[in-house]
């Protein structure tokens, strides 16, 4: 009987994957992108169109 385990481990694929670099990498980018938008969404001419927004749907409503 053959033990098929050592072929599996010699023929993976090294590059099987990310590395810890590349998480690394992709959380501080996510991260980046999470400040950028934080910041576009908190803007004044942001909140002020959801504002404007929300109250011409309340008035509608009323």
């Known amino acids: 009987m ?3 385990r ?3 481990r010699v ?4 590059e099987d994957g990310m590395s810890t670099a590349e998480y690394a990498v992709g959380t501080v980018a996510a991260c980046a992108f999470a400040a950028v938008l934080y910041q576009v969404v908190t803007g004044d001419s942001v909140v002020a169109g959801l504002g404007a ?3 011409r749907a ?5």
């Open 2 to 4: 053959r033990d098929w």
């Open 6 to 8: 050592w072929v599996r």
């Open 58 to 62: 309340l008035a509608t409503l009323a």
């Open 53 to 55: 927004l929300v109250s």
């Open 11 to 14: 023929t993976a694929d090294p």
